[in-house]
């Protein structure tokens, strides 16, 4: 599972007993509303200081275990890609910013741009006593997304759940102005088929660019999954609170955040040969593998167990593994 590291943790449960678990309740029910939503907003999705605490306590583990997990396949793809900057765009409290300083210790310095005051000074209250000095010490910056300002400039920029809160039409232009002058783009979205679309057009606009796709694709070629038949999207799974839990209304003491995503970068990764793209049927005897490849997908790929230890590498992997030809 993927948990908030402790100092975090800590400093949030600190936040949300400031409040009343009734009126952090509603809160979450409304930014849940808009959440699945998915599109522009026309009104501010924070406007109060409950409602910050209710976001930070609602999405921040969730955000958290999705941006590590994505971060931590990046590096994995690229061993000598060690950033020392990195810019989160539209950052909220500042989750992606705890996350690439637990993957990345190369990390030295770190800014946050957000346009709403409050969730500013809730991630810096959560910052204070990080244990993480990138962290600890990260600048933070009221800004908007607007390709006209300045371009990021990082060797890591990260951009998280916020390309479905933009007009589809400034979408290409806020992609083109994030990797303007980075060695290094992450976006994420919600993992459902109107945010995997959202990565896919993303994806092409930095390919066209000239960046090399680091995860999840094993290619730099089109898409091969066939646009509104399926979508493309991984899950990661955290632990919830008692805290957590009542804010949901939920009674498991788990849940799996499930996330499209796209990293691409300047250099050249260290790609799979290909990528699974749904859980691994495991039979008695066998496995079959659905997968994307730089020849397209190759659906239920059969694994038997003559096949010794590939047989038993597919019965270890999991959704969203790579996967080796050979």
Partial sequence: ??????????ALDEELARHPVGRLSQS??????????????TSPILASEVDVAAYAGYRMPATYAAVHAVLAEAASRAPGF?????????????????AAAAVWPSLAKCAVVEQVAGAIGLGKRLAANALQAPVRNAEWRRGFVDPAAPA???????LSYVLGELPGATRPDVVRWLAAKAEAVALIEPGTPAGYERIRAARAELIDLGLHVVAPCPHDAACPIEPGKDWCHFAARLPRSGLHRRLKAAT????????????????????????????????????????????????????????????RAARDAEWGDGWSST
């Fill in 1 to 10: 599972m993927a948990v908030l590291p402790d100092d975090l943790s800590s």
């Fill in 252 to 311: 498991l003491g788990f849940e799996d955040e499930k996330f499209a995503y796209v990293v691409a970068a300047r250099f050249t990764p260290e790609r799979p040969d290909a990528r699974i793209i749904r859980h691994p049927k495991k039979h008695k005897g066998w496995v079959a593998l659905d997968l994307c490849t730089g020849d397209g997908l190759k659906p239920g790929v059969a694994v038997s167990k003559k096949q010794g230890p590939r047989y």
């Fill in 82 to 98: 060690e950033p020392r900057t990195q810019v989160d765009v539209g950052g909220g409290t500042g989750a992606a910013v705890w």
């Fill in 28 to 41: 979450v029910d409304r930014l849940s509303a808009r959440y699945r939503q998915g599109d522009a907003a």
């Fill in 152 to 158: 990021p400039e990082a060797d890591l920029v990260t």
